[in-house]
Structure formats: C-alpha cells, structure tokens
C-alpha cells in the first residue's frame, strides 16, 4: 500500500530558485492538503484541494502555487524560495464523504533554502 | 487567530508513567477530534479519534477525554513506554462543510526508560 508519495525526500536550494514538489495518492480522495511543519508552529495549511479542479488558499499561501493534476496527483510549486521557506512540506489526503475524514500523510519533504 | 490550542509544547515522563496532552478548541461546528502521532523523519499518522456524541474512547493504552461543555479534549497514555517517544497532534475538523483538518501546535513526549 503507497498511500500517499511525495518527492523528492530532501532538496536544498538556493535563494531566488523555483522547484516543484510531486504528491500522489492511490486512495482514490478528493481533498488533498500541503502542510509545512516548523518547530513550534505546528502543521499550517498553505493550499488545499477539495477536488479535482480545484484548489484554495489555505493559513500560509505566499510564495507558493498549487496544482491539483488530477484526481491522485497534487503538486505544490515555489516559484522564488526565500530562506524563510525552508520547512518540513507534508502531502496529505482524505476522504470527504462519510463519518471518517482521517487525514493520510506523506513521508515530508525537508527543504532548506540557503 | 489559532483555532486549536495544544499543551504542553514539551513533556519528559518516566517509563510506566501517564502522560496527559491536552487541546481546546474555539469552533463549536467541530465535531470529529483526531490525534496524529509523528514520529522523526516520518509523516503524522492518525493515532485515535472521538467525536463528541461520547465522552471517553480507549484503544489499548491510549484514552481522549471529551469535554463538550468545556470545548477541551485530552490524550491519556497509560503506562508509557520508551516507544511512545513522538510528537502528538491534536486536530479538530467538520464532517460536511469545512472538512479540512485544523491542527494544534504539536507536544513532544520523551519517554526515560
């Protein structure tokens, strides 16, 4: 079972360069999140999807871009890192129907921005 | 404005000790309550959750407390192990309407052995 796969695991960058990060999830969800986990701050939104087509601003949007490919795939774009970007980036999916809605992350992306 | 607040960003506890997280929430509409375990290196994965039709679920040594009233609910680790080392999340979120998952700050429990 994948679950939810993000790539890549970790990547630096310098200041002022873009970078795309991938998720895809076989779960067959229609809401998928970006999250970025910093210490002491917790998990904040920074876009979410509900379905296909469709993406919105989460807590912490500047500096980023989303796009929702298809129905499995979810990418998240920095188009200028800023060292301030540097972060531990977490995909996740859920189910939106049902009584259930438990939240299904990816192993993260730890990005530093130099 | 921070819709869940978590406590205690940080907790040491003996082995075979209880730990105790504690989270409050703001938006009465909330009505399904996880908590997310995070081990180092890996994603948070869904550890136990409640929904506030009941007042107390237990799975093992894992137990949430909910406190409608009270807008609280907290998580009791029964005799703690070394393995329980993590950071716990709490989160709240809406079955229907606003589904996405709103996170508390997170708790790093150490466990001495």
């Known amino acids: 079972n994948a679950g939810v796969t993000q790539t890549p695991k970790f990547q630096v960058l310098k200041t002022g360069q873009s970078m795309t990060l991938q998720c895809a999830q076989d779960m067959n969800h229609n809401s998928m999140y970006w999250y970025r986990q910093d210490p002491g701050m917790g998990l904040r939104l920074i876009y979410y999807?509900?379905?296909?087509?469709?993406?919105d601003k989460g807590e912490v949007p500047n500096g980023y871009n989303v796009s929702r490919l298809n129905k499995r795939e979810f990418s998240l774009r920095l188009e200028s890192a800023a060292p301030s970007q540097t972060s531990v980036y977490f995909c996740a999916s859920s189910a939106q129907q049902g009584s259930n809605t438990e939240a299904f992350f990816g192993q993260g992306t730890r990005l530093t921005v130099v | 404005q921070q819709q869940v607040k978590q406590s205690p960003q940080s907790l040491i506890v003996q082995k075979g000790g209880i730990s105790i997280i504690n989270c409050a929430y703001e938006n009465t509409a909330f009505d399904y309550f996880p908590w997310y375990q995070q081990f180092p290196g890996k994603g948070p994965a869904l550890l136990i959750a409640i929904r506030p039709d009941v007042s107390e679920k237990k799975e093992g040594r894992f137990t949430i407390s909910f406190n409608k009233s009270a807008k609280q609910f907290s998580l009791h680790i029964m005799d703690s192990q070394p393995g329980d080392s993590a950071t716990y999340f709490c989160?709240?979120?809406?079955?229907?309407?606003?589904?996405?998952?709103?996170f508390g700050r997170g708790t790093s429990l150490i466990v001495h052995p």
């Open positions: 999807s509900a379905s296909e087509g469709t993406t």
């Open positions: 989160a709240a979120s809406m079955t229907g309407g606003s589904y996405i998952p709103t």
